[in-house]
Structures are given as structure tokens and as C-alpha cells.
């Protein structure tokens, strides 16, 4: 063999040993087709004073059917059950502050023109019972209603203190005075939001669960509260609920047979969350299977621009 011949032999080996080399000792290239996430999971709380108590005995519900919840919206009583929720602490601690609530810890009378109460307690509300001052320290990011009385729009509030968007989202139009933030007055979140299916869609959630609790509107008014609520009760019957259309699934506690201030009826409220929430299972796991299957169909590199957004 010449030497010419001999020499193109040797760059050549010396060239495939080097690639050789390179391909032994390359850091594995992760597989474009990996398994598409889950569906990330929201639940939309609306109001209803002291039956929102029933939305822990839908939360416990999807607790033990180990169903995450990824984001959480509340309006009214159901923001001050999704701070307790997020907040970590564990559900029967938060039913015996349910159990142990009245009127007293939340508002006080105080007649004047804009309202017959005051909300102002709320305030300290987090962090007093549930030792959380801000969004920023749930553990599951949260969106609280209220209604911004000069526009009628929804107002969402997603960060910085709990106490005045709590208030904003609980002060009931004709009990409790509106509630100033930034210059904007405020009133109770289920004017514009009952259930603020929107604000949790808009967090990012693929499946929204929405829980409504409809007023007592069987019993005979006994103070203006009553008259108050069963009043709004019946508007909020005949409105064009949008949210009901946006929603994947439905959960509604059959809790018209309690008062706004049946504190003490907790574990009747927390059975009757219970009860609801077990029937709509087979429509929460449906639209769950549902949407990770749309996910899995997704091409991967849309699946992944998806995911960013």
C-alpha cells in the first residue's frame, strides 16, 4: 500500500474513533415525547354568608378522592373559605373556626347611610385565624371577587394583603358599608361575579369546578337582613348567569333550608357540601379524562408553547 494510501486509512480511523468517542461519552438527548402534563384543576366558590361552610365538605370531597386543586376563586363567604383552604391548614381545623364563627368575629352594627354594618374586622380576619396576611403566602394561588360599584364589572384581586380584598368581596349591598380601595368603592362579589368561574379560567385552570349555593328563599323574613338577602336571592334567580355556561362542572349543596347566620348548623353544611359534591364525581372525573385526552392530541410543539403561555 502506498503511502498516500496508507496515510487517508489512518485519518479516517482516527476520525471514527474520535466520533465514537463523542457518542459514548454524550449526554443523553431527553425524549420531544414526553408524557402531556395533567389537567390543572380550579375551583370557583361562590357566596352565601354561613353556607358557604358547605364548600369544605366539597373540598374534603375532592381531598379524599385525591383530586388536586390548583387554583382556587371565591366570592364573599366562599373567598374567606378559599384563604382558610389555601392557607394550608388542615380541614377540620378550619371546620372548628366555622364552628366556632359569629357575627361578632366579622362585622358590627353600625347604622349610617351607605349600610346597617361594618365589615371593617375582615381586615385582620387572615391573619388572626388563619396566620396569612398576603396572596403571596397561600399555598394555592387565589383570585377573590368583589364588584366595583361605579362600573358594575368584576374586580379581581390576586396579590398583595387578603384583609381589604377579603372585605371588598364580603361587603353585602344594604348590610355592610361599600368598601374603599385605591378610590374605587366596593361591594360584595356575587353583584358581578357569584361564582368567579372566570377569574379561575383566566389563572391558568384547565378544568373549572363551580359551587353555588342558592339562598334560603322558603322561610318568612324576620329582620331587613332577611329582607336583603331573600331579595337578591330572587334577583340572582332570573339573571343571565354567564358563568353557569363557562363552568365544566356544577356542584350545587342543597343549602336553601339555612340561614345566613346557621354558624353552629356547620356540620350539617359541611354534610350537605359532602353529599353534592360525591354526586358530581362522575362529571368531575369525566372532564378531567376529557381534557387530558385534548392534551395528549395537542403536537408537541404547540403542547409545549401551550404550557408557557
Known sequence: MKKRE????????????????????????????GPPRRPRIGVALGGGFARGIAHLGVLNVLAQEHIPVDYLGGTSAGAMLAIAYASGHPLHVIEGQARATR?????????????????????HYPRKFLGVSTFEELKIPLAIAATDLASGQPAYFRSGPLGPALRASCAYPGMFIPVELDGRMYVDGFLAAPVPVEAVRAMGADVVIAVFLEAANNHKPA?????????FAILQRHADLEWRATADVIIEPSVRNFLWDDFEKTSELMHSGEVAARAALPKIRAAIQAKAEALAAIPIPDRRAKSRQ
Open 6 to 33: 496508507k496515510k487517508k486509512v489512518f485519518n479516517w480511523l482516527q476520525n471514527a474513533a474520535e466520533k465514537m468517542r463523542e457518542f459514548a461519552y454524550a449526554e443523553p438527548v431527553p425524549s420531544a415525547a
Open 103 to 123: 357575627f361578632k368575629d366579622f362585622g358590627n352594627w353600625k347604622l349610617s347611610w351607605m349600610g346597617l354594618a361594618s365589615n371593617q374586622k375582615l381586615e
Open 223 to 231: 329582620s331587613i337582613v332577611d329582607v336583603i338577602g331573600l331579595s
